[in-house]
Every structure is written in structure tokens, then in C-alpha cells.
């Protein structure tokens, strides 16, 4: 394949822990896939390194002393882009055919939007864009016929179990591993730390997630998730426990028949496959062996300690920009958490609070949606603010 031929694909995301894995992918697969723009929050030491080694033809940060770093570090050799709308010109660069939508939180909003209305395939691995402006994104992409290709593990494992019936779909399962702490009492819950909330037990992931995961937060985003990828009524979607995480999700059709997606827990299989799609190629993660397979099990939620996943729900059912907000809070009160301002089960508290207070508006205005966002981050802060005093 010459060069004119490889997929050119900008990564928004590439020094965390999903872009670092897709440019392990992009290494793999160096005669299939070119990257083109790489961007990053604000790790801007890491960004260069990448530059200099992909040799991109943009790159972009949101931050204004990381941009400053990036612009001497670079001296003129590519285009460079500052903040959301540094990103979005990112996301819809002319020479790109794939996005790879890696940003953790709220902040992925417009680049998907900007990418989707470049015409751009999608990659998407940023859950809380799906969660806060969902019905939008899916209206767009569909409007501009784009498709959106799941890079979250679950979210990829239903899209690939829907195959050609997803007409005849009964439920979606959606398992979870439990997180660290599915073991726990509420009166350890509330004495946990930063770092042994840090520690998943079987999926290596960056903080953001990986707290979401330990309060189970991380499982009612991808409830809203597949309400908004798959086109399913809440009512049919199920969340089960699956604690060696070995099952990705499974699907339940009509007929009775049950497809589940199974392998190790490796987050490159599913990004490639997003890259990929509808072909598969050889991947460097390891393959499962059926027959040392001890055991799969399953175990309910339970939602007395979780509080978080049923937060979800209720957002998700009552919609409008409820579930920006309850997004938007829950990343303020995480983020509080790992600075170590609040403990780990304030996080649901706070989240709910700021839902109580939170005056319901229709999402179908990317306005309205940053409005919320906007409010809920403020409320939240304040709120924390008061009670840490
Ligand atoms: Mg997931």
C-alpha cells in the first residue's frame, strides 16, 4: 500500500491511556494506517515525542502554556491548534479520513460534532459526549451519514454481536466488572483512598475512568451510551456483573438466542477493530484460552452501595439535560476526589444534589446542553467548596 492509501487518522486523546494504546494499533499496522493530527489536553512533553515520531500533519492542545511549549518544541514543521476550537479544527483536518475521539469528559462535544460534520468515520471512545448530547451527535452523524464505530469494550462487543439483526434485538447486556471494590461494605466504601480506588483489577484505564469504574458510575454512562448508540429503550438494557470481566457484553434477540462477545480484557482489540472495521486484522493482544477457563459468573448490581448506576438510569430516562448534568458533576466531584478534597462516597451525593437542583430543558440545542454543563460544573464546585469548609 503507498501512502495515498493508508487510512490518515487523527487521534484527539494521544497521550492517554486509549491514544498511546491506538498508536500501538497504528505501529502494528504501519502499512494500513497513517496518523495525521495528534492532540492532547495539555501533556505537552509526551505530544512532542509523538510528533516528532509520527510526523503529523497538525497537532492541537487545550491549554495556553501547553501551546506555547508545543510552538517552540515544533518551530513551525506542522499546523498547530489551540483549545475546543483548536480541537474541533483538528478533528475535521481535510487530509483525515478516521477520528479517534479519545478526550475523557464533556470536552468531546464539539470536536465529534466538528468531526461529524467534516465527514469524517468515527472512532469514538469518549462515552460522556454520547451521554450529554446524544440524541444530537446520532442525528448529526445520521443526517451527514456518518458512522460511528463504538471503541468502548462493551460498546464494541454489542455492536459487534447486533451483526445484520439488530432489528430483532430483545436486550442488550451490558456487564461490568464490579470494579475494586464489588466485595465492599458501605462503611468501607467510605473510608477508601485515592490509590486503592486507582487500582481496577482487571482493565488497565486512565484515572477518570478508572474511579468511575469503582463507583459504578462508569457502567450507568454506558447505560445512556447504548440508549444512544443502538437505539434501545432503557427498559432493554440490563446491567450484570461479569467479575472476571471475560465477557464484553452480550446481546439478546427475540428468538431466544443470547451472542456475547468473549476475550482477555485488552483494550487495543477494540480500537483496532473501530480501525478496522468491517475487516479484522492479527492483534498484539493475547487470545483467550477456553480451557483454562476456570469459571464465568454472573451477580446483580447491587444498587444500596452503587448509588451511581441508578443515578444513570433516572437521567437517562427523564432525558432533556439531565444527563449532561449529572455527567458534568460527576466529573467535578471525581476530579475532587483524586485531588483528595472530597471522600469516595460523596462522589454519588454530590452527583445527586446537583440533579435535585438542576431545572430540566430539551437537548435538542447544543446550547442548551453547554448551558447545563456549564451550570452543573459551577453548582458542583460551589458545593464542594461549602462542604470541605
Ligand atoms: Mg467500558
Redesign the pocket.
Known amino acids: 500500500m503507498n501512502s495515498d492509501q493508508k487510512i490518515k487518522v487523527v487521534i484527539l486523546g494521544s497521550t492517554g491511556s486509549i491514544g498511546r494504546q491506538a498508536l500501538e494499533v497504528i505501529d502494528l499496522h504501519a502499512d494500513k494506517f497513517q496518523v495525521t493530527g495528534l492532540a492532547a489536553r495539555d501533556e505537552w512533553e509526551e505530544l512532542l515525542e509523538q510528533i516528532d515520531r509520527y510526523r503529523p500533519a497538525a497537532a492541537a492542545v487545550n491549554d495556553g502554556e501547553a501551546y506555547k511549549h508545543l510552538r517552540e518544541g515544533t518551530a513551525g514543521k506542522l499546523k498547530l491548534f489551540n483549545g475546543v476550537e483548536g480541537l474541533s479544527e483538528l478533528a475535521a483536518l481535510e487530509e483525515a479520513d478516521l477520528v479517534l475521539i479519545a478526550l475523557s469528559g464533556a470536552v468531546g462535544i464539539l470536536p465529534t460534532m466538528a468531526a461529524i460534520r467534516a465527514g469524517k468515520k468515527i472512532a469514538l471512545a469518549n462515552?460522556e459526549t454520547l451521554v450529554a448530547a446524544g440524541e444530537i451527535v446520532m442525528e448529526t452523524a445520521a443526517a451527514y451519514n456518518i458512522d460511528i464505530i463504538p471503541v468502548?469494550?462493551?460498546?464494541s462487543a454489542i455492536f459487534q454481536c447486533l451483526g445484520v439483526s439488530p432489528q430483532a434485538v430483545k436486550n442488550i447486556w451490558l456487564t461490568a466488572s464490579g470494579g475494586p471494590f464489588i466485595d465492599f461494605s458501605q462503611e468501607q466504601l467510605q473510608k477508601v483512598s485515592v490509590k486503592e480506588a486507582l487500582k481496577h483489577p482487571n482493565?488497565k484505564m486512565g484515572p477518570k475512568?478508572t474511579i468511575d469504574?469503582a463507583t459504578m458510575m462508569?457502567?450507568g454512562l454506558?447505560v445512556i451510551e447504548a440508549h444512544h448508540l443502538f437505539q434501545t429503550s432503557y427498559q432493554q438494557i440490563k446491567v450484570v456483573l461479569q467479575p472476571e470481566s471475560i465477557i464484553?457484553s452480550m446481546v439478546e434477540f427475540i428468538d431466544g438466542s443470547f451472542l456475547a462477545h468473549l476475550g482477555v480484557a485488552d483494550m487495543r482489540i477494540p480500537i483496532q477493530y473501530a480501525f478496522s472495521y468491517p475487516l479484522r486484522y492479527n492483534s498484539p493482544a493475547a487470545h483467550l484460552n477456553p480451557l483454562e477457563l476456570s469459571r464465568i459468573t454472573f451477580v446483580p448490581p447491587d444498587h444500596k452501595r452503587f448509588p451511581s448506576l441508578e443515578l444513570a438510569y433516572h437521567a437517562g430516562k427523564t432525558g432533556g439535560t439531565l444527563p449532561a448534568v449529572m455527567n458534568a458533576a460527576n466529573e467535578v466531584a471525581v476530579n475532587s476526589f483524586l485531588n483528595g478534597q472530597i471522600g469516595f462516597a460523596s462522589i454519588p451525593v454530590i452527583v445527586e444534589k446537583t440533579m435535585n437542583k438542576h431545572e430540566n430543558m430539551e437537548a435538542r440545542s447544543l446550547e442548551n446542553i453547554l448551558m447545563a454543563d456549564q451550570w452543573a460544573r459551577n453548582f458542583t464546585e460551589d458545593l464542594i467548596t461549602r462542604e470541605v469548609k
Open positions: 462515552k468502548d469494550s462493551e460498546h482493565w475512568i469504574s462508569n457502567k454506558e464484553h
